[in-house]
């Protein structure tokens, strides 16, 4: 594999933690009024002082070097799960979907989502062997059918009294 120059260990290492670091601070000093109103100069000496001491010392900065890839592979499924779940509970003026189906197409969206991170780290594989491999698949059909009619037990008794009042 060719390796780029942004992979080189002086960017990993050094520039983006400290670019980071120094964002992240900045934003969190303007956005809180820490030190008062109108202090951009402050609060940027401030985040430059926290990411330069980021930088001065291995452990704090291998610690955001391990986390960052995780921080932006959860910021891609969050991205992924928000954009799907947009289409699905979207205002508008006609909108012709309760409450009810609202909730559950987030909930497919949700795990629809999940089963695409399982199946792109390639844990689906593990999983489905483990699920449905073997002698095991005969257990999880029985279950299906058990959770199929309880579920069909389920809307029947919650749908059971709401008639028109009128009993016989």
Not at 87 to 104: A, H
Not at 146 to 151: M, P, T
């Amino acid at each position: 594999m060719v390796d780029s120059i942004l992979s080189s260990e002086i960017f990993v290492e050094i520039i983006f933690p400290f670019l980071l670091v120094f964002t992240l601070t900045f934003a969190v000093l303007e956005k809180s009024k820490l030190l008062g109103d109108g202090k951009r100069q402050i609060n940027a000496l401030i985040s430059l002082s926290v990411a330069l001491m980021l930088i001065a010392f291995e452990y704090p900065r291998d610690v955001i070097v391990k986390l960052t890839p995780f921080l932006a592979v959860s910021l891609v499924i969050l991205f992924i799960f928000m954009l799907m779940y947009g289409f699905v509970s979207g205002k508008k003026e006609g909108d012709v979907l309760n409450k009810g189906l609202k909730i559950t197409l987030g909930v497919i969206v949700g795990l629809a989502v999940i089963v695409a991170v399982l199946w792109a780290t390639g844990a689906w594989d593990k999983i489905y062997s483990f699920l449905l491999g073997g002698d095991s698949s005969k257990i999880w059909v029985n279950v299906l059918i058990i959770v199929i009619i309880g579920a069909a037990m389920a809307m029947v008794l919650a749908t059971s009294g709401k008639g028109n009042g009128k009993s016989e």
